[in-house]
Structure formats: C-alpha cells, structure tokens
DNA sequence: GGCGGCAACGTAAACGTTTTCATGGCGACA
DNA sequence: TGTCGCCATGAAAACGTTTACGTTGCCGCC
C-alpha cells in the first residue's frame, strides 16, 4: 500500500494519525521492508563497496575502522572484499560488486587508469586511496607521504646527523615511490652536501634487518637511516642490535606508518604517523558526498596530514635516558585520538 | 527473456549453440543481471554479514581476512558492520542487515539469549563467535580458552614456578573468564597447595602497568604471572623492568592471544597462540553449510585449538641467551602459516 | 504417414517495494 | 449554496530478474 510507504519513509502526504497507525502496525507485526525490492525500484542500494588489496595487520583494521564508522553514520552499509593478490582477482572483485554498491572505496597496488576503464563503468561514483592515477574521472585520497618523508629526514639532519641512508620500499609501490621522493627532496635541500644512499627493500622486517646488516658491514657507516616503514625500520633495528650498534648513539633510526610496534621495541623506535582512521572516514565522508551531489564531476585529489613522533631511536627525544620509561599519557594508540577528531 | 537466463546461469534447457549466442552478445554489450531484482525474486543474497564488536588491532584484521578469504572461495559477499558499543548500537545493526543478508557471524560482548530472541528472526541462520550462549537455535565457534590457559599455566608449573598469579580480564567477558577458569583448573591438579592469587585487569596495558606494580610491591612476590592477555602482559613485563626485576628469572611471564608485539618486546613475551584466521574461515564456513542444508538444525558448538607459544618471559626458551637473537624463519606471522592450512 | 513425446524456446506471472496518477472528500471562497 | 482546489488515500505501473507453463517443431516409432 501506498500510504504505508509514505508513512515510513517520507512522511509527506500522509495525515499525523494514520502514519501512527502504520507505524504501530508494522512495529507490531514486525514488519521490515524487503530490502532488494527496494533497491530494485529506488536503484540506490545505500551500501558502498570497499576493494581492499591483501593488507595484513593494523593498517587494515584501522582504516575499517575508519570507513565502517563514518558509514554507520551516514546509514551506508559496507561491503568489503580484501585479499586481492593479482590483478584478475581485483577485477573479478570488482565486477562483482557491480549493481550491489552506489559507491566504492578503492585500494589496490593494481590500479591504473587502463585497469579502471576496463573494470568500472563511469556511472559509479569511486574514490581511490593512495594512488599514483591522475584520471579526470575519480577521486583520490592520499597520504602526505611526500611531505611526511621530507619532515622526517629534515628533522634527522637538523638533530645533528650528517648524512641519512634511505631503505627503500618495493619499486612499484606508490607509497614507496612518494616517501623516496621526500627523502630526496629533503636531502637535496638541507644537506645539499651529503650522498645520497637508497638501499633496496620490500617493506617486508627481514628486508630491513638485510639492509641493517649490509650498512654495518660497511667501512663508513651511515650517522642515521630512515626506513620507507616501519616494519623495515624493526628489522633494522634488530641487525643493529645483533652487530653491537649502539641506537641512537651511533646510528639514529626511523620508520614511516607509527605501528603499534613502534613504540614496544627497545629503544622505541621514531616514525611518520599516519591517521589511518581518518583517512577512512575522510574516503567514505567524500564518496558520500559524491552520491548525493553526483553532477560535480568529481575529479580531485586530497592529501591528507601526516606527523613526526620522536621517540628515542632519532636521539632527539624529551626523555634521552636509555631506560624504557612507560608514560601511558603519550603511549594511546594513534586510532584513540584519530577517532574522536 | 527465460533463455538468456538459462543461458547465464544454469544452462540447463538450452542448446549449446544458442547459449553461446547469448554469451557473446552479453559480454559484447557488458551485460550485468541486476543483483537487486536477481534477490527480490530468488530470496537469496548471497551475502553473509558480520557483526563485530568495536575490535582494534591485529585481532579483527585477521579475523575479518579468514572470513573474507573463505567468503570469496565460495562466493560470497561480505557485509561488515563493527563499531558497536552498546548493545542498542549493536542491535540495530542487527535489524538494519535484515533481508541484506543471507547468514550472520556475530561476535559480540552484548550477546545473550534473549538479546538474540528479541533482533534476531529464527529465520536467518547465525554462528555465533566466542560467546558463552548455549541456545539450541545457533551455533557457536569459541576459541579454546580453557585449554590454552590451563596448557600455560602447566607449562608454567612444570617449568618449576612454585606459584602463578592471574591477571584478570573485564568481569564480564567470557574470553576472560574461560581463561581464568583454565588457570584455576591447571593450579588444582598441578600445584594444588599453592594459593590461588587472582588479581584485577581489563584487558587493557594500563591495568597490566598496575597489576605489575602492585605485584612487586609485595613482601612475597609470586614467581611467575599469567596474564589474561597479551596486552596486560606486556604493561606488566613494562612493570616490571621499571622496578628492576629480572624477567624471567625472579619471575615468568605469559600472556594469551599471541599479538605482534609478542614477539618484539624485551624479552620476547611466551603466550597463547590463537589462529584467529583460521576462527573466521571456520565460522565462514560452518555459515556456509547451514545455509546448503538448512534442515539439520544448527545447534553445536565447536572449539579451535590454541597452542602455547614459549619466547623468553617464561624461563624455558629454546635459546636462553639474554640477547633477542633475530631468526626469521620462526618468526613468521601466525598469520602467515594459518592461511595456508 | 500420422501421432506421440520430448526438448528448446518464448510468454507471462511473480517477487515487494516506490511512485505516479486518479479519485474522492472536505474546506474555503465567491 | 455551489464550485474550485487541495490534500489524503488507494489503485496500478514499474523496476529486472527467475521460473512455471505453454507452444512449437522435430524426431522416432508404430
């Protein structure tokens, strides 16, 4: 009937007392509107889709976190598919998705604009994260890994160290790409003087202990190392600690990501931290917005902040003892303060 | 029309030659069904979702990859709603997947019979993850808490601790409380004289921080502490060193879950392994066999296995040596190898 | 050669909403 | 008091698929 749709939904055209009715009627036959027929017909399915690649540990939830609470308030459901290895498996995701979403969220190492005309009809409104593609037709959302890399080394020259090796991330990767370009730029302007020194890895701790191994085993040793993340950071750490390298002291260290990790090794290590809850919700907050003003075309490209946070294998940290002090103000979780921001 | 139906899906009913028509002219004008009217009219979805409680960490992202990783092997969607508080919060969710959805995972602290009675039609098969419920109507998937503390506490004892204090988890969670019960169980049978010493914790750091404090404050410090979790356990292990006491060898230290940090702190912290992927794909799974064969009614409970995991904190390391030896090939993610079983 | 049966294919109904449109009633204004 | 118009309400169409059913044509057997 007719009058009970106006009654639940809208509630124009529809007198006080009878959408009382209805209402007391439905509530008391627990009535719940089928959900497809309504999709059918409205061709809004008030659910976004968000295409995740294979993405391991708290990098993940957190940005879940972030989209899943921004979408509960907006009252958008959320459809996730992770663990896309290849290409095909993205696509296949992605075709699949097709018709169930108004909307989708998308994250993948396999994106190019080739990928996206082949796979995403222009009809669906999408909003890239962390992306190199520059298309006219979508939205991106990045990290500031540029300006969080450029922050960090600056920061690493200006607490004194003369010169500062980069352990690099997996070549095609954008973020790896990005915080090099930070590293270089950071490099060229504030030490001008110094060499620069890229050594190879793959964002994966043992890559990052290989590369602390190979540094050590030099004649002339690097003064600090800025690792591409953090888990390459850890790594690291742990061949210095192996080769009796004293960190800070004689090499200072950093990572890129602010892990949970981070703060629990000896020393705690100094990293880039990245507001991974927010850059969930700031991506579902801008594809809502897509879905209800569909006619802007939404090419764009944001970025969002990231901050340096000194712990103690930088050397410049406020408490420069060599004990583990536990200080629970300054050890929340980054998601505790992303989440209320 | 009804062949291309045919054609599309079954492909029963319709010449080879025909349906290859229909295939090629389907590709060529990049035909997709329309998922809506497809469910309005099949009464199926094809989607599971999962409710979960508001989980941080390692802890849902591995969860929701188990869940996913089996969801797309037999294709399935997976519609995600995590972030409930309050169980008002949660139970909307509940309703507002209604007629989404053609099963549910439910993980949450607000679970009891009559919650479930009251949100949950009889209709919509469920499995229920870690909750203490013993309805006849769902079925249920708990990790083996139980067993994993009292194999801990065991080991503990027979590695020649006298006595093991327990830092308890939330009052009323049951993941805390089964633990806490294994304990109990392993001190009756394996050290029946000594006291029983359980003292306050919320599963957090900090009330690990305060647990480990007030322990070494004691005229007789316990020989070893068995924490509920993880994360109690390292504050307690930060305790610890902060008062200068040598772990393990004025007292031993285990958590329960096996998070990340785990690994990193010094010294490595021993604790309880659960294979938290292998919890989502079970549950996916048991899902998923319910809804092929709705008529066997689905009351069960079934157990994951836990198995203990001993580092350094416990005393009874491979390797006792006080320097945090780095072996790759043993510290691969829990993760990692439970993917692949 | 005719008839019966079977297989392929098309027609139409059904799924449960939203939305447009028509109808009727009531109030206001002339 | 009559007419006009608006508003509440109900009837019906539409959304795009699946499926039950009917029709047609072909083949085989009698």
Chains 1, 2 share one sequence.
Do not use: W
Not at 24 to 49: C, D, F, Q, S, W
């Amino acid at each position: 009937m007719a009058s009970v749709s106006r009654a639940l939904n809208g509630g124009r055209g529809v007198t006080a007392e009878t959408s009382e009715r209805i209402r007391e009627a439905a509530a008391r036959l627990r009535y719940m509107p089928h959900a497809a027929a309504r999709m059918l017909i409205t061709r809004r399915t008030n659910t976004v889709g968000a295409l995740l690649p294979d993405l391991y540990g708290e990098f993940f939830s957190e940005l879940i976190r972030g989209i899943d609470l921004a979408a509960r308030a907006r009252g958008l459901h959320l459809l996730v598919s992770s663990s896309h290895d290849g290409a095909e498996d993205a696509a296949a995701a992605l075709r699949s998705m097709q018709g169930r979403v108004d909307g989708l969220l998308i994250m993948s190492a396999h994106l190019d604009t080739a990928f996206l005309h082949a796979n995403l009809p222009a009809s669906v409104p999408a909003v890239l994260l962390n992306s190199g593609v520059k298309s006219a037709s979508y939205a991106v959302l990045n990290i500031d890994n540029y300006g969080g890399a450029y922050a960090m080394v600056r920061h690493l020259l200006e607490a004194g160290r003369a010169d500062v090796t980069f352990i690099a991330g997996p070549a095609g990767n954008f973020d790896a790409q990005q915080r090099e370009l930070g590293y270089r730029a950071a490099m060229a302007k504030y030490a001008p003087h110094a060499p620069l020194d890229v050594v190879a890895g793959d964002f994966n701790e043992e890559s990052g202990y290989l590369a602390g191994q190979q540094l050590v085993a030099r004649k002339q040793r690097p003064s600090a190392v800025f690792a591409a993340n953090d888990m390459m950071a850890v790594g690291c750490l742990y061949a210095f600690k192996d080769a009796g390298v004293d960190v800070p002291r004689e090499i200072a260290l950093a990572g890129f990501d602010d892990i949970p990790i981070a703060r629990y090794v000896t020393p705690p290590l100094s990293t880039v931290r990245v507001r991974i809850v927010d850059l969930g919700r700031s991506a579902l907050e801008q594809l809502a917005a897509m879905l209800e003003e569909p006619r802007q075309d939404a090419a764009s490209i944001h970025t969002l902040d990231c901050e340096i946070v000194t712990r103690e294998t930088c050397g410049a940290a406020r408490q420069p003892t060599t004990t583990t002090g536990k200080v629970f103000d300054s050890g929340r979780r980054p998601s505790d303060t992303g989440g209320k921001s």
